[in-house]
């Protein structure tokens, strides 16, 4: 867990300052959210603190999953409130509403965090709406997921 402690700039422009950082076994890439959702992930690390890159940031891009319909797509931030989904399927059928997780591809984040819900759908933009207040954002969680953990020994996987 870390506590906001800084909002800054630099090469991003929606970031946030952490008050965890190498010594507390923070390392770049990690994913970052809340009680409500994802909010993004760790992008520099200091011993004592870290930058965080919110999904809002238009650097941000993460695999997800349109949960109705198990369709996939990147959600990519473009320094609105409201980040868009791209790379959907042809065809893919969203309506205001469907709640968005992430997808667990490219190994960043675990699969099924909740992300956000569709807000608008038009010709050739589709927008998402975060669960998180980014108003009341105090602590976040820094989650240490690394895939391959999850995967099997291959003598036990042998041996079955």
Do not use: C
Not at 43 to 57: A, H, K, N, P, Q
Request: net charge negative; proline share 6%; no cysteine.
């Amino acid at each position: 867990s870390g506590r906001v402690v800084g909002d800054s700039g630099g090469a991003f422009v929606r970031t946030l300052l952490v008050d965890s950082g190498a010594k507390d076994g923070v390392t770049k890439g990690q994913a970052v959210t809340t009680s409500q959702g994802v909010i993004g992930r760790i992008v520099e690390v200091g011993d004592t603190s870290s930058r965080l890159l919110l999904i809002t940031d238009l650097n941000s891009r993460i695999p997800v999953t349109i949960e109705p319909t198990r369709d996939r797509a990147v959600l990519a931030g473009d320094n609105s409130s409201e980040p868009r989904l791209i790379f959907l399927p042809a065809g893919a059928r969203l309506s205001p509403g469907d709640r968005i997780v992430t997808s667990g591809h490219g190994g960043m984040f675990p699969p099924g965090l909740p992300v956000g819900t569709v807000s608008q759908v038009s010709e050739g933009e589709i927008r998402v709406v975060p669960f998180v207040d980014w108003h009341r954002l105090e602590y976040v969680r820094i989650l240490d997921y690394d895939r391959d953990e999850l995967r099997l020994d291959p003598l036990v996987a042998a041996s079955e």
